[in-house]
């Protein structure tokens, strides 16, 4: 079975400052594990996937994670904070590479304050 | 990318009308389409997973006669959604990918707001 767990529904930084949203999963076969932004009314739009490899993974808008197994955590940072960053992001967990079911964690909203 | 387009984006209709919800895979073969729902400021959650040419799968406490899946072809699918009632307001989201690619990500569309008045 999988889960996710996002500690903190609602992060605030200040325009400038480093984001970190924590994931931590929970599987019984070695995960693959997804993190994804969702704009006011719209789908989910893919930032950044691990599948095997390279443990930290970069991805779109200058967003990277890593994959720390020791841990079980995914974590999502960002150097510097951009208004534009605001948005609802979720973790997600795997058996497959995506094409299988995904188990989301409840969601961290990120408000980034000029 | 991959583009996912689903229609309509808002519906707002009356109590006991039904409504179909469709998913379109652009630009590649969808073999596999999900549903899900996200209740307000909630995470989402599957409702049913369909590959194309078979019935859908649905997750355990989704209705399937509630919640009718069609997946006829690899760039559609449809969620009807059956004598609606206010409890099913809420936003269906539904994504596309296939699994013939190999490790190819789920690609979402933009979602459909449904409010039952």
């Known amino acids: 079975a999988q889960s996710v767990t996002q500690l903190g529904s609602h992060v605030s930084v200040s325009e400038g400052a480093l984001v970190l949203l924590r994931c931590n999963y929970s599987?019984?076969?070695?995960?693959?594990l997804f993190w994804y932004v969702q704009y006011p009314n719209q789908g989910l739009q893919l930032l950044l996937k691990?599948?095997?490899?390279?443990?930290l993974v970069k991805g779109i808008n200058g967003f990277e994670a890593e994959f720390k197994k020791s841990e079980t955590s995914f974590h999502l940072t960002k150097p510097s904070a951009h208004m534009s960053d605001a948005a609802e992001y979720f973790c997600?967990?795997?058996?497959?590479?995506?094409?299988?079911?995904?188990?989301f964690g409840t969601g961290t909203r990120l408000t980034v304050i000029p | 990318g991959a583009v996912v387009s689903q229609h309509p984006s808002r519906v707002i209709c009356k109590s006991g009308t039904s409504v179909k919800i469709e998913c379109r895979s652009l630009?590649?073969?969808?073999?596999?389409m999900f549903w899900y729902r996200q209740f307000p400021k909630q995470s989402l959650m599957l409702m049913a997973t369909?590959?194309?040419?078979?019935?859908?799968?649905?997750e355990q406490g989704v209705e399937k006669d509630k919640f009718l899946i069609n997946h006829a072809s690899l760039t559609l699918s449809t969620l009807t959604v059956t004598s609606a009632h206010p409890e099913d307001s809420s936003f269906y989201i539904c994504?596309?990918?296939?699994?013939?690619?190999?490790?190819?990500?789920?690609?979402f569309g933009d979602g459909t707001r449904l409010s039952i008045l």
């Open positions: 691990y599948t095997t490899g390279a443990t």
């Open positions: 994504s596309a990918s296939n699994r013939g690619l190999g490790n190819q990500p789920q690609h």
């Open positions: 997600a967990v795997s058996e497959g590479d995506g094409a299988n079911n995904l188990f």
């Open positions: 630009d590649f073969q969808a073999t596999t």
């Open positions: 599987s019984s076969v070695p995960p693959y």
């Open positions: 369909s590959n194309e040419g078979s019935k859908a799968t649905y």
